[in-house]
Structures are given as C-alpha cells and as structure tokens.
C-alpha cells in the first residue's frame, strides 16, 4: 500500500467520480472512493483505488465487492489518503467496492462505485506507456488555480528540453513525448531558471507505438495526442496493440458496427494514476494499417474504428483519412477519451458516399502523421480546414515518424502584413523530427475563383524568412480546378508562416486556359517614353523587412527564455 496526500478542502465537498457529492457535518468529512480510470479493468490485472477523506477517522474498511477479505486500516496519523491495489480475477462480472470510514463520536460514512471487469487484454504485441511527469516540477493548489514550476536545468538534466516556442511553455523528455503547458499568462514568468504559471491545459503527444501484425495488414501503429485540463504528475497512459480480440470486445464492437467483416487489430488504453476523470478533454488517435489491405477491403470508406467505452457502452466512428505513411494508410478519430478501441472493415455497401466522424481536432487547423518513410521516397498528408489542402515531404534519411500541423491564422500583427491581397495566413509545423532531414518541401492549396475573379488575381503564395525578416515570393504551379476552386501547389524552403495571396501571372506558371479565361489580372503598363528620352528606371519592390519573434520548427524547437 502506497501513502499519497491529497489537497485539503474543506468546502464544497468532493465530487466523487459519477458526479455525486458526500457531505457531512462534522467530525471526519468528505468521504471519497476514487476509482481506478478503467471502470472496466480486465481480470488478473492490479489496479488500484484511492480512498480519501478530510479529518480523523478511527477505522477504514474497503470491501471489493469479490468476496475477498476487505482492505482496513485504523492507522492514519496526518495522512488523508490512501492507495489500495487489488485484482480481481473473474471477468464479466460486476462488483460493487464500498468504502466505509467510522469514529466513535461521529459514526460512519460509506460510499460506493461500481467496476465492471471484462476478460484479460488478449497477447500484447507491442506496448509502451506514457507519463506526464516533468522532472524538476512543483505544483501548488491555490484558490482553485494550479499553479506549477518547472526547473529548466531538471528537465536537461534528464535529457530533456524546455522552453517557450509560441509562448506556450513547451517541455520536450528524454522518450521524445512532447508536453505543452498552457498558462494564464503566456508566455509563462521566467526567473531564476524556473518557468512558473497558472495552468490552463495541458496537451501531450508521445512518440507513435509500433507493431508488426503481419498477413495483410502488415505494421501498425497507433499515435495521439491528449489535452487535459489540469497537469496530473502521476498520470500515466498505457497503449497496448493486440492482433486478437477478446470475446467482450468482439461483442461490443459488433453491438456498435453490426456490419463488421473483419477486425485488423485492437488497441488497449490503460489509464492510472489521475486523480481528476473528467481531466481528459479530448484525445485524438492515429491508427494505421496497410493501405494494400485497406484496398483489398473496399478502400478508405470501409474503414471504422470502434470503441468500448470504460462505462459499457459502445461506438463505432468513421474516421478521417490523414495520408500515407511508407506501404501504410493512416486514419484520424478524435475523441473524448482512451480506453478499447479495434480498426475494423465494413462492406462497401455499408459506407457512407463520403468520409464523415470525428476527425479534426479544431476548426482552424489540420494535423497529418507519416510513419516509416525511406530516404528519397516522398510522402504527402491531406489535412483540413485550411487553404492548404496537402503537405508533400521528401527526406533525404529515413524518418521513423513524423507529424505536420497546418493552422489558420486570422490575422497577423498590422507591421508584418505584405503588400499583397491576402486570402489566408497559415502557419505549418514539422513535430518529432529534424527539418534538415528533409530535402523538399511542397504546399498544395486551393482558393475560390469567386476571390480570385474579384481580385483580378492568379493564385499565389508567400514565404515568412524569420533569419532574414523578408516575405518571400514562391514559384506557384497551378495543377488543376473545380467548379468552385483553383488549386496550385509551391514549394517552400521551411515550415514557418505562410500567406496566400493574389498574384499577377508573373509567378504563376502552367495555368489551364480555363482558368485565365475566367480570371484577367490588371497588370498596368509603364508610361509611354517621350522621343530622346532615357528610359525611367522602373523601381525595385523594397523587401519586406519584419522581425519577429521565433517560433518552433519541429522539433528542433527554438526555445527561448522570454
């Protein structure tokens, strides 16, 4: 048994984890029986409860619901918690644990939650967990505010990094899992080495989790990013992929996606060590599979991911096709937490005539995943909610994996605007390799001819050098059209800030002539020159000449004190 304190708080009480409150008046208060993450912890696996309480009490008592001897403890001291392990062994039963706390004068207090054990994770093939603690970190509760520190050196000394890229407090650990801590103030306070703020959220992206499944499917692997509300250091998420499924799982996925023909692999989310549930905002997964199997069955429409959520229930999503990733499909859902998950097929009849689910994470943004890409071999990934429709990379060494993010901008400061007609500022980023690993860089995108025809423009793009503080003109290739867009693609030398602008023809270049029929550029001619006279020189475009703050370029992150 393990001793962790918990806050003191006395007032209101404590919401326990189904939304329910205990209050008593006094001697000992607030009674609180946390439960493991997983309500539905498979059998033979350890988890573990926390009991907690504010007072004295005499005696503790734990009964688990399974017929086994109760936990009791009539030893406290100061101490206001305790964690409880237990396993039970039984799968698909349902046992009630209840915790019991007494003192003479006061009398007793009990609550109760309800765990439903399903049957053991079938043979893991691959499994990695990830954990939020940042050496070097102290958090103290104030007001209802989570304040935290960070100490720079800590964090490097462990073979980490830390800094500010895009104000928010970014720490970077030794296994490659990327925190990023948002704070009331942003950046957060510098001083003395230590990085301090109010936490807002927290996001944590760990490195992807691989494994060979073979046959058809090939290598899989599952990658996500998780937002919280709150910085939990013992919180910890275990990805285990399993190329069988348990028969409790079969049945779940089969009550959310009757029309299941065959079920590629199954992915466990094992949660422990958090203290707040509802903490989890959202997590978006990647799940991945060989894209000759996804053409085998039917293609990308014939894809689902299922899930069997902690309380029972289950879902089936359809997911959002992200890109390529070497021989394999990479697929998108986003949701509102971890817990059993399958990537499945459906027939073709089943599928909807367009992708639809939970794919995006926000309305302005678009994220890919590539995983295994060999040297020389280039990949793209489609990404949404941008003028920025596809990102094609070309690395010069082999890439185990890597992630590109595209976020609309909605405006920029007033003294960094180009003198150009701008549709949209994007900005791109390039996680968990090194942007030098790259020989080629290319950006497709799209704008609607109805701008472009007001504008008397041809489609453009601009590129933000920060080293020199100059918008840079790209080669822009128009490649073909819709009824209601043009779409052309540049090639960039980085990933950075982007503007999509109007431009005349003079660096837009293999244009369909339907397109220049609809769209005329007025291109004003120089006065004519009198007879004798020297020529007027034309003037040069004076640069551009911004600074700007740094901002992150994959990771290689420039971390910088502010």
Known sequence: MGEHQLPHNPSPPINIADGSEIAVDGGFAHPVL???????????????????????????SLDFGDGTAPYTSSTFGDVTSVNINHTYVTPDTEYTAVLTLSRDDVGEQSVSTIISVIQQVPEKIADETATLEIPGTVITENGGSQQILVNESRVRDAGGDAGTPDNVLTVIKSDRTILRINTESAPPVYQNGNYTGNVTGVTMIPPAVNATIGGDIGRAAVDFSVTMGDYQSEARIETSI????????????????????????????????????????????????????????????????????????????????????????????????????????????????????????KANAGVGLILDLNAGEKASVSLDNTAITDVTVWPVKGISECMVTVEKKLSIPQDMEPNASVYEYDFSKFYKAEVTALSKIVYTFSMPKQWLTANHTLPGMLFYDEESGEWNILAVNVTGETDEYVVAEAEAPGFGLLAIVGSDTSGTTDIPPSVTEEITPIVTPPAPEEPGSEPTPQPTPAPFLIVIPAVCMGLALYLKRL
């Open 242 to 361: 399993g190329k069988e499924v348990a028969d409790d799982a079969r049945n779940a996925f089969t009550l959310a996606c009757p029309e299941i023909e065959e079920i590629a692999y199954t992915v466990y989310f094992t949660k422990s060590g958090f203290t707040n549930y509802s903490s989890i905002q959202e997590a978006t997964i990647n799940f991945s599979a060989k894209t000759s199997w996804v053409n085998s069955i039917g293609g990308n429409d014939c894809v689902r991911i299922v899930r069997w959520l902690d309380d029972g229930t289950s879902v089936s999503y359809t997911p959002k096709f992200v890109g390529f990733s070497g021989e394999n499909s990479v697929f998108q859902v986003t949701t509102d937490g971890f817990s059993v998950y399958g990537v499945v097929s459906v027939p073709p009849a089943a599928s909807p005539s367009g992708s639809s689910g939970s794919g995006g994470s």
């Open 34 to 60: 946390i439960p493991p993450p997983q309500l539905t912890p498979p059998a033979n696996q350890d988890i573990m409860f926390i009991a907690g309480w504010e007072g004295h009490p005499d005696f503790l």
